[in-house]
């Protein structure tokens, strides 16, 4: 599989998009349960009329997300870096360095969340939250993409949660995907989009340290073009207690994919936990 992904991997983008949007409808032909965990969860988040509205376009941007990855993970930094051909809210960055105490990157499942980390790294040092994947290929193909000089690893236990603290008291970057679903007894159950969700509360309490919050996702150009870096301050301080905080940060989720919902990850089963599905009416017709 890494062999076969080095060579999809010196496609052009536009080439790989193509074939990703191809993939993306035959995993939901392919898939009842796919289906049916993206029906689910567009219809509890969007409602009915803006889910089929938005669900032909994300069956196929959630393919390209899939096919892109060969091209950020194992092109050159540069190269990789280089796809991204425009910036809004770099500010922000800039702002929070002066202050000194660290920036928390929060970037949902949105457009190409594999290129943020990649790109920051450019810049400044930053250490990123991940869960090791159950396929040893994809491990390694992980470690090869992420093996780059600044950007650092911290595995989702006790030990990597230290490794984030150490790095925002040094003032560096710290990254992580604030809707990936806990671990059972490691998140509370929040609002998202007005349903419950099984939600992570480690984010909300990184918050606690003083850092600078940013929000921060990569839009996913037509045709190839490349990404569009968007970088935004929350809607408001992140403050409170450790659920309103973690209950914030869903809501500031919220922001970022009403601006492009057709790019978020809907297949990641956000509103499962503990074994928990909310039960959802039979759907009529076909989306």
């Known amino acids: 599989m890494i062999t076969l992904s080095r060579i999809l991997s010196c496609l052009p983008l536009a080439w790989l998009h193509a074939l990703g949007a191809l993939l993306g409808w035959l995993a939901w032909l392919l898939s009842a349960t796919y289906r049916r965990h993206m029906r689910e969860n567009m219809r509890l988040a969007l409602g009915e009329a803006e889910a089929r509205r938005v ?43 002066r202050h000194g105490k660290g920036i928390l990157y929060l ?3 949105l457009g190409c969340f594999e290129i943020t980390a990649q790109y920051l790294s450019t810049h400044a040092p930053i250490t990123v939250l991940y869960r090791q994947p159950r396929q040893a290929w994809l491990q390694a193909l992980i470690e090869a993409g992420r093996a780059r000089p600044q950007l650092h690893l911290a595995a989702a236990d006790l030990s990597g949660v230290r490794s984030l603290l150490k790095a925002l008291r040094r003032g560096e970057a710290v990254g992580m995907l604030p809707d990936q679903a806990p671990k059972a007894g490691e998140g509370r159950w929040l609002d998202f989009f007005g349903k419950p969700a099984y939600t992570m509360t ?3 309490r990184l918050t ?6 940013i929000m921060v996702w990569a839009e ?68």
Do not use: D
């Open 202 to 204: 480690l984010a909300a």
């Open 55 to 97: 669900r032909a376009m994300a069956v196929g941007e959630a393919g390209k997300g899939a096919l892109e990855l060969v091209k950020i993970w194992l092109r050159p930094l540069g190269e990789t870096a280089a796809r991204v051909v425009e910036v809004s809210g770099w500010e922000l960055v800039e702002a929070a360095s």
């Open 208 to 213: 606690e340290s003083g850092a600078a919050v």
């Open 220 to 287: 996913r150009l037509p045709a190839g073009a490349g990404y569009h870096f968007r970088l935004q301050e929350p809607t408001q301080p992140i403050r409170g207690s450790i659920e309103e905080r973690a209950q914030q940060i869903n809501h500031e989720i919220e922001q970022l994919v009403r601006q492009c919902p057709a790019q978020y990850l809907w297949g990641y089963n956000r509103y499962k936990g503990r074994g928990r599905v909310l039960p959802v009416p039979e759907e009529g017709g076909q989306g």
């Open 107 to 109: 970037t949902p499942h």
